[in-house]
């Protein structure tokens, strides 16, 4: 994917938070906020679907298929953030 190089280009984070918000809409990173937040918490295993879904002012739906991808799918990109981060300051 081209959009993958562009952004490992990037040296800090303040250059690609400036990239996304040129190339994304208010909503669209919002939505990419909301998801990367409800991985976090589902993450962490301690909270159910619906405490999250309640927490966080989202659909269980949303919650759902954002455990589906961090769970079930092969991708494994959520997966590979979240083990990459570390400290209580990203959870």
Same mark, same amino acid.
């Given at each position: 994917?081209?959009?993958?190089? @562009? &952004?490992?280009? +990037?040296?800090?984070? %303040? !250059?690609?938070?400036?990239?996304?918000?040129?190339?994304?809409?208010?909503?669209?990173?919002?939505?990419?906020?909301?998801?990367? @937040? &409800?991985?976090? +918490?589902?993450?962490? %295993? !301690?909270?159910?679907?619906?405490?999250?879904?309640?927490?966080?002012?989202?659909?269980?739906?949303?919650?759902?298929?954002?455990?589906?991808?961090?769970?079930?799918?092969?991708?494994?990109?959520?997966?590979?953030?979240?083990?990459?981060?570390?400290?209580?300051?990203?959870?």
């Amino acid at each position: 994917m081209k959009l993958t190089k @562009a &952004i490992l280009e +990037l040296k800090t984070s %303040k !250059e690609v938070e400036n990239f996304l918000k040129d190339i994304l809409t208010p909503n669209e990173i919002g939505a990419i906020e909301e998801r990367w @937040a &409800i991985a976090k +918490l589902l993450y962490k %295993k !301690e909270l159910t679907y619906r405490e999250i879904a309640t927490e966080l002012g989202t659909s269980t739906a949303t919650v759902t298929r954002v455990g589906r991808f961090l769970l079930a799918e092969s991708n494994n990109g959520y997966l590979t953030a979240l083990k990459k981060i570390k400290g209580p300051q990203y959870y």
